[in-house]
């Protein structure tokens, strides 16, 4: 298997734009990542797509709008995994040899999505068509047995979301920008007790791209190539959330192998995003992570140490909470962000120093039960 690196990454700004069509959004992304790489439309060799409500054909209508055709395309659903998805079949078909140079695209409209209800008539009642109506429930048990076994406060888990959305502050591409306080997030709209509205990640629309090649030609492109030094992608156990609603032994799993493939551990990762569907996830995947031990992730976020400043900074992007979740766009921007990072080219939001990043993300977790998948990518400097 040859070495892969990532010479250039693009994203639309996220938000709620039910005006802008999906091969819009997703050839802005696409430009920008040709942009970045210093690459000819006419290099790329192939393409995956992943989204989910994006329709048909996707990635060849937006490669379309690029001026590209007569390419391989591969279009993915993976649900919120979809995303990095896609960028592990890019990376492989790189790494084996098959592709020199290949794109990867993420996009989602989810403001116009069966998810927000909009193409589901009035007398279908108002669950009809929302696939994550029962995602709130299964993450409210979850924070539930997670403060009854380890006292975990919901103050520590509102602080996640007073942390993300700072950061979201810093991000030109968040779709929102607004301090809040713990006191306002507590007392927002409950949802499923105890998680309020203001611990949910929101429905965004948006693209991300990412453009990866053998390091052997990366630096005829780029000065800063960044190596995909691990990717791993796993379904998930039906079982393993019978055994405790707390945590996940999926994440963990994938952690282990990305950590070994990679050759380092957690305590060599200087920035993180990872997939904060609720502010619970977010704590509960530092555990899973192994930045810190089981029932300590209250602890973590007391001591500020997953702010940016922070020993272990996570989601300086705003993460899901803040800067959005358009399903299938969200793990290739998690790996454009990462990428940023270790560029030194993250603004305000920068991490000082950064050489190591790690991007998670889970998808199609459903009704307590694991039936489905979580990808966590390793990229180096």
Known sequence: MRDVAIIGVGSTVFGKLPERLVRDMGSEAVWAAINDANVSPKEIEFAYCSTTFGGAVCGERILTEVGISGIEVVNVENACAGGATAFRGVWNAIASGLYDIGLVVGVESMTTSPIARKLIPPEA????????????????????????IYGTTLEQFAKVSVKNHHNGCLNPYSQYKKELSI?????????????????????????????????SIARKYTPKPIIVAASILKM?????????????DLSSRCAREAYEMAGCGPEDIDVC???????????????????CGYGEGGQLIDVGATEITGRIPVNPSGGLLSRGHPVSATGVEQVAEIVWHLRDEAGKRQVAGARVGLAHTMGGEVAGLEAGACAIHILKR
């Open 236 to 248: 998930g156990d039906y079982a393993s959330r019978w055994e405790d609603m707390a945590s996940s």
């Open 273 to 291: 995003e990872c997939h904060d569907a609720f502010a619970y996830s977010e704590l509960s995947h530092y555990e899973e992570l192994g930045f």
């Open 125 to 148: 009642g108002d669950l009809a068509g929302d696939m994550g109506n029962n995602m709130p429930a299964h993450f409210a048990l979850s924070m539930r047995r997670h403060m009854e």
């Open 183 to 215: 006191e306002e997030i507590l007392n927002s709209r409950m949802i499923c007790d105890p998680i309020t509205l203001l611990q949910c990640c929101p429905n965004t629309d948006g693209a991300a791209a990412a453009i990866l090649c053998p390091i």
